[in-house]
């Protein structure tokens, strides 16, 4: 099969589609489509070993919600409430258990630091939960960790997040990463929200160690979104969808090296996509909240 890296389900089975043909029946996998809010919202289910084999990926749920155009009435609220929707159907404990949310990535290179700037949007209450029990004791307990890179904290991520969680007894951890993707007009305009955990670094080709239910013990909702497509799979893109055939990214590697592919105005993007994610996790895991509520709390 021809290597197109990506982290997207959803162009995972693309992919294995274009390489076999339309009318081959993908087995161990369901995909469908629905609309939320005006927004289209993909869904892929891999059930088993066969459907892991096909596309790349552990079994589970993924999401991708492709979101509007900034310019368009109510985009901003409309992202919020489909992903915020889609969160609550993932998180399946029930109550006011605590969640730990983890900003991933590196905070002073742009397309990387998703994570840590949607940290910067998130309602961290545990202490309050705790300590001023008359005001928020209605709240659900939320606090955050950022948890940089090996480079320059000399600690795995995962390592980081597993020695919190033995701390705080998270019910679920949330982990929000930049991913890649394999054509450019995904990148920074769709969210995937999958109930598999994550494994971070991979779409670059830079793998960590994986943060998910089999490593923490507790169910791990990953949130990403499409931040840089590697050169040689944008190459093939582009040359595919201008009819010059399906070549293999892999031929462009001695050209292209490792170099990767982010838009010019990533820092305004990423600034947007993590006050979209920020907002969207406060509002499936804080109850009757709304976009107003929390910017007061956030201010």
């Known amino acids: 099969m021809i290597k197109k890296r990506t982290d997207l389900a959803v162009e995972a089975r693309e992919i294995w589609r274009e390489s076999v043909g339309e009318t081959t029946q993908l087995e161990g996998v369901e995909a469908r489509e629905k609309e939320s809010f005006g927004l289209k919202v993909e869904i892929v289910k891999i059930l088993d070993e066969k459907g892991e084999q096909s596309l790349g990926k552990p079994k589970g749920t993924y999401i991708t919600i492709t979101l509007p155009d900034e310019h368009e009435e109510d985009a901003f609220d409309n992202a919020c409430f489909a992903l915020s929707s889609e969160l609550r159907e993932l998180i399946s404990d029930s109550g006011k258990e605590q969640i730990l949310v983890v900003g991933l990535g590196n905070r002073y290179i742009t397309p990387d630091n998703l994570g840590p700037n949607t940290l910067r949007h998130t309602m961290v209450t545990r202490h309050l939960v705790e300590r001023v029990k008359e005001y928020f ?116 590697m001695s050209v292209g090296g490792n170099l990767i592919v982010t838009p010019r105005d990533i820092d305004e993007k990423i600034a947007e996509l993590a006050k979209i994610i920020g907002y969207s996790i406060n509002l499936a895991l804080q109850e009757n909240m709304t976009i107003q509520d929390v910017t007061a709390f956030l201010s």
Request: glycine share 10%; hydrophobic share 45%.
């Open 137 to 252: 004791g209605n709240f659900r307990p939320v606090s955050t960790l950022e948890a940089g890179v090996l480079a320059n904290t000399g600690v795995e991520s995962a390592e980081m997040v597993r020695a919190l969680c033995e701390k705080v007894q998270p019910s679920a951890v949330i982990v929000i990463d930049a991913l890649a993707s394999r054509r450019l007009s995904r990148v920074c305009t769709t969210i995937q929200v999958a109930d598999t955990g994550i494994v971070p670094g991979s779409g670059v080709g830079n793998s960590r160690a994986e943060i998910s239910m089999n490593t923490l013990g507790v169910p791990v909702i990953a949130i990403g979104v499409p931040t840089v497509v590697d050169a040689g799979t944008l190459t093939a893109d582009l040359m595919e969808s201008a009819g010059m055939g399906n070549p293999d990214p892999e031929k462009f």
